[in-house]
């Protein structure tokens, strides 16, 4: 029996088989022609797994697995999914129920398959009624004659009439019901304290000669130089060049103009717009603000709507039309109107006034010009970057190139943390993580609009650093780990002393009380370790948890079993049970779907299964 409250996306053919079959391939997938020689891709006993059948299953699966992720996925991709494998378990379940129905002499009448084709909706046509015309061309596009696709849909009815009698009567046991619920709505109170160095009777000392070696012995991994490569390149960027770039002040101040929104902003208020659907009703309204008996809140809420639903945000005069000039004619927050609108006759409340600003060209000069600066140089290296190419194509060393190209040269000592100067950009990173010492330099852009090539001169394996030279560092992670081993062994002291009946409060140690503490509640502060640790303790246990960085000790003081009397605890019941009962129907029906095709022998055809990927690809 499979954990009803373990959460898990199924794979399998339970699902698929109940849900998916009413019609096969009627999703906008055609069959593809495999040839009269190619008909199925197998056998389940004496019943064949049509190969038609295989495709529309498989592009159908493909379909839904690229819409979920967002993308095409090639037949490739799916296939390192494992969709083909999954479709070729759920035909040959199909298949197997098939003929088990078929031998067991399950089927249904004409009159039910006829209600059936009438109500599907891929054969109705405008009028919503069963179109004979669309019925025949929606098959014709799937490949199926009427016969076949009859057969095929009497299937279906079959296979659905064998799943509910092998698992209509599966309901979990309510004993198990009540008993999971009582679990999940136990609580706990105890009394918690997290154990900090402060805790300890003496601060931890410096360790001795061999306590330090024994501890850089034990952890290389924190002592071990990185790989470090040497790289060499050259590099151009477009600050490089600022000072080759002649300023045009004329295009400047041009430039300013073109632009004078994003420094020029007009007088601004800020302002709602209550419509009304009559020059009357608003006039009303208006004077009932005036008279203080409603506010414009209030106004709003009258006619079902929230000063959110009517606030026009920042405006000026000729964002509000004839309302404009009363509006800008407030010196301090109010209503005015109503005025005619679009909508209808309005009233307006400004409740801020945003003053102009003006950024002139002398204060936007410098930002305007540090632009042009650099859009000139990204267009300088754009233009060199041909040249630069062609010289590294040639085979010309990077010291060569960058001298004639007036370019800069350098070289750095990578490693895979580096972050500084060009280390800086992800792509000269992901270029020095990649090279390999037979790479010819290749010309690659920046974000910047600065272009980089580079060459691996050598590589420095990872190696153990002397611990002369790591001494600080092992000094205060030895220090750190004493002082969790000598606060685990102070937890221990404790969890004795309150195992003799001393209360936790009692210890000295500042603790927190919890009463009613729930099986999924949270601790702030605290690993999940500790919630978890709580519900697995007796009544008046102690306990230490250990986390990565911390220790707390638990005092349990008291159980509650659970109310199984409250609407919650019922509520709950109901919803295990109906997890358990559908996890409990699923295992039942794939056992089921086992033993049928055990039973019937399963043959398969690579060739004809090939032949239907080899048109995906």
């Known amino acids: 029996m499979t954990n009803p409250l373990r959460s898990k996306k199924r794979g399998n053919t339970i699902i698929w088989i109940l849900m998916g079959m009413l019609i096969l391939g009627l999703g906008g997938f055609g069959a593809r022609n495999f040839g009269t020689s190619v008909q199925e891709i197998g056998k389940v006993g004496t019943r064949q797994i049509d190969v038609r059948d295989y495709a529309r299953a498989l592009n159908r699966e493909i379909a839904a697995a690229s819409a979920q992720l967002g993308t095409n996925l090639t037949f490739a991709q799916a296939q390192s999914l494992g969709i083909d494998r999954q479709v070729q378990a759920q035909v040959i379940a199909t298949t197997a129920l098939d003929g088990e129905a078929e ?110 070696q024994t501890y850089y012995e034990a952890h290389p991994a924190d002592f ?169 194509a040639s085979g010309a060393p990077l010291e060569e190139v960058a001298k004639e190209m007036g370019m800069e040269f350098s ?13 800086a950009y992800s792509a000269f990173r992901e270029a020095a993580n990649a090279a390999t010492a037979d790479d010819f330099p290749v010309l690659a852009p920046l974000d910047d609009g600065g272009v980089f090539a580079l060459r691996l001169d050598s590589i420095d394996p990872p190696a153990l650093r002397p611990l002369d030279e790591v001494r600080d560092a092992a000094m205060t992670g030895w220090k750190h780990e004493e002082t969790h081993k000598r606060l685990v062994a102070l937890g221990a002291e404790i969890v004795a002393r309150l195992s003799a009946g001393e ?55 008291g159980i509650h079993a659970a109310d199984m ?13 109906a997890q358990l009962s559908q996890s409990l129907a699923q295992d039942m029906f794939q056992l089921y779907i086992n033993a049928v095709q055990g039973a019937a022998g399963i043959q398969l055809n690579a060739s004809a299964i090939n032949a239907v990927h080899a048109q995906l690809n």
């Open 103 to 212: 031998a067991m002499g399950i089927s249904i009448g004409d009159a039910e398959l006829r209600k059936r084709i009438l109500s599907l909706g891929a054969f109705q046509g405008p009028d919503g009624k069963f179109d004979r015309d669309t019925y025949n061309l929606t098959l014709r596009r799937e490949g199926l004659s009427e016969s076949e696709f009859e057969a095929k849909l009497r299937d279906d009815a079959s296979r659905t009439l064998l799943q509910g009698a092998a698992i209509g009567a599966v309901a979990a046991p309510q004993s198990v019901n009540k008993r999971l619920a009582a679990w999940r709505l136990e609580t706990r109170d105890f009394t918690l304290t997290e154990l900090i160095p402060s805790d300890l009777q003496a601060p931890v000392e410096d360790p001795d000669a061999t306590a330090l």
């Open 224 to 392: 071990t130089r990185p790989e470090i490569r040497h790289i060499s390149y050259i590099w151009l960027s477009p600050e490089m060049l600022a000072d080759q770039v002649p300023l045009d002040e004329a295009a400047l101040r041009q430039t300013y103009q073109d632009r004078i929104d994003e420094f020029v902003t007009p007088e601004r208020r800020l302002v709602e717009r209550l419509v009304y659907p009559s020059e009357a009703e608003a006039e009303a309204a208006k004077a009932r603000y005036d008279a203080g008996s409603a506010s414009f809140a209030e106004l709003a809420a009258e006619r079902g709507l929230a000063l959110a639903d009517i606030d026009l945000g920042e405006v000026t005069p000729a964002d509000l039309g004839t309302a404009g000039e009363a509006v800008f004619a407030l010196s301090e927050p109010g209503v005015v109107g109503p005025f005619a609108t679009d909508l209808g006759p309005a009233l307006f409340s400004m409740n801020g006034i945003l003053q102009a600003e003006e950024v002139t060209f002398d204060e936007a000069r410098e930002d305007l010009a540090a632009e042009a600066t650099a859009d000139s140089a990204r267009r300088l290296i754009a233009d060199k970057s041909n040249e630069i190419e062609d010289l590294l």
């Open 411 to 423: 070289s750095v000592e990578y490693s895979a943390d580096a972050e500084e100067g060009i280390a």
């Open 503 to 557: 209360a936790l409060e009692a210890s000295g140690m500042v603790a927190t009380r919890f009463d009613g503490f729930a099986r999924d509640g949270h601790i702030d502060g605290a690993p999940p370790a500790v919630a978890d640790r709580v519900f697995r303790m007796g009544e008046d246990e102690a306990a230490v948890v250990e986390g990565t960085d911390t220790v707390h000790v638990i005092a349990l003081r």
């Open 565 to 577: 009397t409250t609407p919650e605890a019922t509520r709950l019941g109901d919803a295990l049970g």
